[in-house]
């Protein structure tokens, strides 16, 4: 059997050929009975649109373009899926670009990339969607983009972002209720913005408390396992060490808990340890890590949604779409140790 063609949908929905592709790609304006028509005669026909073809009708390549500068396999996992929940029935494609964000050359790399590829709009995660140069070239050419929690200037395109500060700080607090005053907070890459809200939120909820900020007790990590390792070694072998450690991410927490089980110090009887996104590692080590959950996907969904708003000419309102993170208790916390008190 021929394959079906757009005319022969056009034929049986008994409209012309230009409605057909108003409503293969969803645009607004079509009468909800003409819509239903054709949908139907797509539906008898198996009618599957060619991409080239629909790309070269519309002068789009419906194609969108997801920039991310964190080396976490299953952040971009996470954002890639929640952006693909969207792109499919859309019927638009995703391209997955990584980005040295320190890379001078970054903005002109991403130029060329959208011209090269005839990106249609792009999404910018976290620490580039702070890059204002990179916002201003994209200006110039036109190309619409969003941002993932950005800290930067929000007022400049559509953004979606979640409560670090506040999740922090109800993390410490909850640590804070167990007995702890001790508590060791191990900040995330000086260069990611986003992050750097959750200490925040824990110094917050230290001064709530009347709990003294100790600068012995923060220390500087790089949002990897290895510099986890490295700043619990240091916060660890503290003649007055902590009885709880909240790291920035769960690779961090991850490599506190690697230097706990190593030095024979017991989670939790003897030390807490909190994180902060729940990624697959938070359940896959032992004891399971308490941890904040970061919508990471409904976040990439939405903002993947207000992009393909853009493009189809909608107004999308400032400010942002909020999306709340929440705690997740596990075994890696408990009260804190009675000598401590």
């Known amino acids: 059997m021929a394959k079906a063609t757009i005319d022969d949908v056009a034929a049986l929905a008994g409209v012309s050929m230009k409605t057909v592709s108003r409503v293969m790609n969803k645009e607004p304006n079509v009468r909800p009975a003409t819509r239903e028509k054709v949908e139907a005669a797509v539906a008898q026909l198996d009618y599957r649109p060619n991409l080239s073809a629909r790309s070269l009708a519309g002068n789009r390549s419906y194609l969108l373009g997801l920039l991310y500068g964190i080396p976490s396999a299953h952040y971009v996992l996470d954002i890639q899926e929640g952006a693909l929940d969207v792109c499919r029935p859309e019927g638009y494609e995703l391209l997955v670009h990584p980005c040295n964000h320190q890379d001078p050359n970054i903005t002109q790399e991403i130029v060329d990339l959208m011209r090269d590829k005839r990106i249609d709009g792009v999404m910018l995660t976290p620490p580039i969607s702070d ?6 070239a994209l200006k110039k050419m036109s190309v619409p983009f969003v941002r993932v929690a950005p800290t930067e200037n929000k007022s400049l395109s559509p953004y979606v972002e979640t409560n670090d500060q506040e999740a922090s700080y109800d993390m410490t607090c909850k640590l804070i209720a167990l007995g702890h005053k001790r508590i060791g907070f191990i900040c995330g890459h000086p260069d990611h913005r986003a992050v750097t809200l959750r200490y925040d939120g824990y110094k917050a909820a230290l001064i709530e408390n009347n709990i003294p900020i100790s600068a012995e007790l923060v220390e500087k990590g790089l949002n990897s396992f290895e510099s986890g390792e490295a700043c619990a070694r240091k916060l ?23 230097v706990a089980h190593q030095m024979g110090i017991k989670i939790p009887q003897e030390l807490s340890v909190a994180g902060f996104d729940d990624t697959p590692v938070a359940h896959q ?57």
């Open 285 to 341: 080590i032992w004891p399971a890590l308490t941890t904040v959950r970061q919508p990471i996907q409904p976040m990439a969904k939405k903002a993947t949604e207000l992009l393909i708003k853009q493009l189809r000419g909608k107004d999308v309102q400032l400010p942002a779409s909020m999306l709340t993170s929440t705690i997740i208790v596990r075994e890696s916390t408990g009260v804190a140790p009675k000598k401590s008190n």
């Open 236 to 258: 660890l072998q503290k003649k007055s060490r902590p009885t709880a450690i909240f790291a920035a991410n769960d690779d961090m927490a991850a490599g506190v808990m690697m």
């Open 131 to 136: 890059n204002l140069a990179l916002m201003a």
